[in-house]
């Protein structure tokens, strides 16, 4: 993949995304914007990806918006390489990361804010190096709660949390965060591997078709009735009992053996 502010790489089924401005934080740019779609579409659309890992270059993960970033015709070019937003939940400027079928594993690096926070909360799970500090940022900056912050925060830590977070714009470290139910701490020392291995051991040991379907209940959740996610989960168990998933899993078992999952 031919990017300049991001670097991609798979291994062991799993893709991992880094944002790749170090002497910036990571800050978030247009071109950054277009090619972490780009990144994002790739891994969900390869097979050989399971899993999707995010992360940041250097001491950060994402500082935010660019304030610095350059104007002009390279803006407005990166810009135009998004598609619009549509009408719909998951096709909004970020919410679209809800729809990837394949789970994505944020790994908090370093500090986080504004916008890099925002993406964080569209992964399936948040992983924060001890002592990596995230600010929402906006209310600090004359700016409101963004990308569906205010939607996702509630759902995620709590009404009164997501208040403290977005009212104050103040600055919490990963322990806080950790409490709030937001992150799972890990050391700072070793902290990558340590989330690639968590992404190994989906990537290896679990079903990709049982995470795409599991996926899919988890974000149709919060629009449905418990009867309609009763309805949906009894609809795709059945389906679960033809596939070579399904009998891989029982022979693994059985067996006492690493399973071979196809997704199938």
């Not at 031919?2 to 798979?10: F, G, H």
């Amino acid at each position: 993949m031919d990017t300049t502010q991001l670097l991609y790489s798979v291994e062991d089924r799993v893709a991992t995304i880094t944002l790749n401005r170090p002497d910036r934080m990571n800050a978030w740019t247009p071109t950054l914007e277009a090619e972490f779609r780009a990144a994002v579409r790739a891994a969900d659309g390869d097979d050989a990806v399971r899993v999707i890992v995010i992360t940041g270059a250097g001491r950060g993960f994402c500082a935010g918006a660019d304030m610095q970033r350059l104007s002009g015709s390279a803006a407005g070019a990166a810009v135009s390489q998004l598609p619009p937003d549509g009408s719909g939940n998951f096709d909004q400027r970020y919410s679209y990361l809800l729809a990837c079928t394949k789970p994505m594993i944020a790994a908090i690096n370093g500090a986080v804010a504004g916008v890099g926070l925002c993406i964080t909360l569209y992964c399936d799970l948040r992983y924060m190096a001890e002592g990596a500090k995230l600010a929402t940022s906006f209310s600090r900056r004359g700016l409101i709660a963004e990308h569906g912050s205010a939607w996702m925060l509630p759902r995620l830590i709590g009404p009164m949390n997501a208040a403290d977070l977005l009212l104050s714009g103040r600055t919490v470290e990963a322990r806080e965060a950790e409490r709030m139910g937001l992150v799972r701490v890990l050391p700072a020392d070793g902290f990558l591997p340590a989330v690639r291995a968590v992404a190994t051991d989906l990537a290896s040991n679990v079903s990709p078709r049982s995470m795409r379907v599991i996926k899919a209940q988890l974000r149709s959740a919060p629009f449905q009735s418990l009867a309609d996610a009763t309805v949906m989960a009894n609809a795709e168990m059945a389906k679960c009992r033809d596939t070579e998933d399904f009998r891989e899993g029982v022979a693994s078992f059985v067996e006492k053996r690493p399973p071979q999952f196809t997704g199938r």
